[in-house]
């Protein structure tokens, strides 16, 4: 079974076939439970409503492309920062703590937009490189 976290690494046709078809309403929940948070923590932080996240999970349903979208983006930005940090508690440490290279704002509060998502990715690729700022 291929998880949200192996999906965020495929190759851009998968990803985007599956973007576009949906996966399931639970993997909202598990990437929550990954970054030990709740899920309405994680719909606000993404900007999702909660209440089309229960309704759909309710109806076994998929989620549609834009969730799906901001789901696999958070699970890809989570598992580059496993490259760098240890063990999942200290890349959702890392996420929730305010970065000085992101003026002050925590890594997870920019996981809702692509470019948010993108600047993130490329303050973990410079940690990777010894930038520590």
Avoid: C
């Amino acid at each position: 079974m291929t998880t949200i976290f192996d999906l965020a690494e495929a190759p851009a046709s998968v990803a985007v076939e599956r973007i576009r078809s949906g996966i399931p309403a639970s993997a909202f929940r598990t990437l929550a439970d990954r970054l030990g948070i709740s899920q309405n923590e994680l719909a606000s932080k993404l900007r999702v409503a909660t209440r089309t996240l229960t309704r759909l999970a309710s109806e076994h349903k998929p989620l549609p492309p834009d969730i799906t979208e901001k789901v696999l983006r958070a699970a890809r930005v989570m598992k580059k920062a496993r490259t760098i940090f240890s063990d999942d508690p200290s890349v959702v440490t890392w996420l929730n703590t305010e970065s000085p290279a992101l003026n002050g704002v925590k890594p997870i509060d920019l996981l809702d937009t692509d470019v948010g998502a993108a600047e993130v990715e490329g303050l973990i690729l410079g940690l990777a490189y010894g930038n520590f700022q």
